[in-house]
């Protein structure tokens, strides 16, 4: 549920983004939302799944009505106390291949827009 209000943040923050570069353009000229590039951390707490649906049903009505919404995702890695090497954690286990144990890092609780791709055109007379 908490991807609703994240989903809304998105869209705000796109817009915000959208109406820069429209004020920025010559007075004829509009500006529609292509494509969006979020990154999410597996460890984020946030679902990928319901971002895109609630993305299409939050969307309609705004510059971005027709953006491609994209989600890279990112694995949680472990960093070993003993050798400092980062590594994925294995199933049940918080142990690296130098027989060390690993800890909890940030890499894999991203949550961000990395990218968003306008289109400025004409405004249709």
């Known amino acids: 549920m908490h991807e609703y209000p994240a989903t809304q943040n998105i869209i705000e923050t796109v817009l915000r983004h959208a109406a820069t570069l429209r004020n920025a353009a010559p007075a ?20 990928g799944e319901s971002i895109l649906l609630y993305f299409d049903l939050m969307a309609k009505g705004t510059a971005c009505e027709d953006a491609e919404l994209s989600i890279e995702t990112v694995k949680p890695r472990l960093r070993c106390r003993a050798c400092g090497k980062l590594f994925l954690r294995k199933p049940f286990s918080f142990e690296c291949e130098c027989g060390g144990e690993g800890e909890p890092t940030e890499i894999g609780r991203e949550f961000y827009v990395k990218d968003i791709e306008v289109e400025t055109g004409l405004c249709p007379a």
């Open 28 to 47: 004829k000229d509009r500006v529609s939302v292509k494509k969006i590039t979020l990154v999410i951390g597996e460890a984020s707490g946030m679902i």
